[in-house]
């Protein structure tokens, strides 16, 4: 089972929220194990007793910085391969507030407190990360673009013209992956532009799945 991005808040009970949430519980469960990136992480979260809230130190928007491992973390398959510290796409304004009994922090940075984590619960296992190791440059510019309005409000970025010049040089690294001089300008190594990389926790789940 893999859950993704939704624009739903889980702090908010609503018919939608509560369908979620039993749709999960239903996955825990039936044992069937399950990996959730951004949202999918804090439906997971919500499901096993913990509780989501906004973010308190502002959205992440574009990419995710720094994320680091914590002791657990670099012990647990789900980030296999990945470094002490590293970047990845995340576009979010709701984070984890308390994780359930059965959940174990993996990694963080210092605008989110829970960046990766396992939640076992009843017979299930879950593995989640608040970031989007899914999403490909391409996908992270158009979402730069569409949430124009409220990055550039949110004084991301002091106006449209100036998102689009940094939309435009994400876009244009996608296109080509080896253009140093863009990396540098965006502050991004191999971990985001490389996709063998970018998708480490989605491989290391199909592995563990298809292992066990």
Request: net charge negative; aromatic share 8%.
């Amino acid at each position: 089972m893999f859950v993704t991005g939704s624009p739903l808040h889980l702090y908010q009970d609503t018919p939608e929220t509560r369908r979620e949430v039993d749709l999960m519980r239903a996955v825990f469960e039936a044992g069937v194990p399950s990996f959730g990136s951004c949202a999918g992480l804090q439906v997971a979260t919500v499901a096993a007793g913990g509780a989501v809230r906004p973010t308190r130190r502002g959205r992440e928007a574009g990419f995710a910085r720094r994320i680091t491992l914590t002791e657990a973390g670099h012990r647990h398959p789900l980030l296999a391969g990945r470094p002490a510290s590293f970047d990845a796409p995340a576009f979010h304004s709701d984070e984890v507030e308390t994780l359930p009994e059965g959940g174990t922090l993996l990694a963080f940075n210092t605008v989110t407190e829970v960046q990766a984590v396992e939640i076992r619960f009843g017979p299930g296992v879950f593995w989640g990360v608040q970031y989007h190791p899914e999403l490909d440059l391409y996908e992270v510019a158009g979402a730069l673009r569409r949430q124009c309005d409220e990055l550039v409000s949110e004084r991301y970025a002091g106006s449209p013209e100036v998102l689009e010049t940094y939309a435009s040089m994400v876009e244009a690294l996608h296109q080509a992956p080896d253009r140093k001089d863009f990396a540098w300008i965006l502050g991004l190594d191999e971990q985001v532009t490389e996709v063998a990389c970018r998708l480490t926790e989605l491989r290391n789940f199909i592995r563990f799945v298809s292992e066990g």
